[in-house]
């Protein structure tokens, strides 16, 4: 891949990527909640679940996503029920989205962690823009003079560096805004706002039309 395609491709991950979408948000909501460091946690599933999506998208089902009404339906209302699912438990919750994990000055359980990377994969898992995205985009970044292989580690690895840099940079600003929710009228404001922004993504996903993006 030439360098001057590599740059494009970067500017467009980063265009992507730090634009808010359901793993944004989550990253915010994690660093107020968990904090900035387990907040990464959920951020680096995502990027596994990156690198899934990349794959299924390689081996076609992006294909099969934009022509069988059937299948991108189902991943459609199955991304959506999941959204909307972390949104009504991030709007009762009294203390976070993760309430009955430990607080942020407790010792994190192992299996906090992996809930906190299950979350951050599984929203990049059920969210068919995804598949579509990489089905439309790499086509236009592969070159017949490098192995297919080789240039979807490159781009796959990229796409997921600027996807975890933008969760980075969300999780320090969502670090900040924690000194502002202090009391707990602030934290039920925060939890309300953030979930029901989480249900409007869901149901902004029923809107998604069975064509490449």
Same mark, same amino acid.
């Given at each position: 891949m030439?360098?001057? $395609?590599? /740059?494009i491709f970067c500017s467009v991950a980063l265009l992507v990527t730090f634009t808010p979408g359901p793993a944004v948000l989550m990253a915010i909501s $994690?660093?107020?909640?968990? !904090?900035?460091?387990? =907040?990464?946690?959920?951020? /680096?599933?995502n990027a596994a679940g #990156? %690198? /899934?999506?990349? =794959?299924? @998208?390689? =081996? *076609?089902?992006?294909?099969? &996503? @934009?022509?069988? +009404?059937? +299948? %991108?339906? =189902? #991943?459609? /209302?199955? *991304? @959506? @029920?999941? &959204?909307?699912? &972390?949104?009504i438990r991030q709007w009762r919750s009294k203390v976070s989205l993760f309430s009955e994990m430990a607080s942020t000055q407790a010792p994190a359980s192992a299996g906090a962690d992996w809930r906190l990377f299950g979350h *951050?994969?599984?929203v990049a898992l059920t969210n068919p823009k995804g598949i579509l995205f990489f089905s439309a985009l790499f086509p236009q970044f592969l070159t017949r003079e490098a192995p297919v292989l080789t240039q979807f580690f490159v781009l796959t !690895?990229? %796409?997921a560096c600027c996807a975890v840099l933008a969760h980075a940079v969300y999780v320090l &600003? !969502?670090?900040a805004l924690k000194q502002q929710f202090a009391s707990a009228s602030r934290v039920r404001l925060f939890n309300r706002i953030s979930g029901g922004l989480f249900v409007a993504l869901g149901f902004s996903l029923l809107s998604l039309r069975n064509k490449a993006v």
């Open positions: 030439h360098l001057s $395609n590599w /740059l $994690n660093s107020v909640s968990v !904090g900035p460091r387990r =907040a990464m946690i959920s951020s /680096l599933g #990156l %690198f /899934l999506v990349s =794959a299924v @998208a390689m =081996a *076609g089902m992006g294909v099969v &996503l @934009a022509t069988s +009404a059937v +299948a %991108f339906t =189902a #991943l459609k /209302l199955g *991304g @959506a @029920a999941y &959204l909307v699912y &972390l949104g *951050g994969m599984t !690895g990229t %796409f &600003l !969502g670090r």
